[in-house]
């Protein structure tokens, strides 16, 4: 029924259809990383954003338990921690070391 020339065929087919559906899923995750870095290279040029803003404050809350916190406990004062769980995966997140 089947020549096994018709079924080399196929399967050249097949394979070149999986390795041509992996180059375009490359050249897209390539596009949208060249998108993001446009992006991020437009609100550099704008000054401050509210990337920075966000880098700021989760600086100060770690900058907060981890210094000003036990400061304090030293003069006899206790300050409340702040939960640092979130803290960190959006700090994370925010540097770019999250996906």
């Known amino acids: 029924m ?3 020339a018709t079924i080399i065929e196929l399967i050249k ?3 070149g259809f999986f390795q041509k559906k992996q180059e375009s899923k490359d050249e897209l995750e390539a596009q949208n990383s060249h998108e993001q870095n446009e992006i991020t290279l437009e609100e550099t040029r704008k ?3 509210w990337r920075q803003m966000l880098g700021y404050v989760l600086t100060f809350i770690v900058f ?3 210094v000003v916190i036990p400061i304090f406990a030293l003069m006899g004062l206790v300050l409340p921690a702040i939960p640092l769980d979130e803290v960190w995966k959006v700090l994370i997140i ?3 070391g999250g996906s």
């Open 13 to 15: 087919t097949g394979f």
């Open 94 to 96: 925010l540097i770019g």
């Open 47 to 49: 000054g401050f954003t």
């Open 2 to 4: 089947f020549s096994l």
């Open 64 to 66: 907060y338990n981890y």
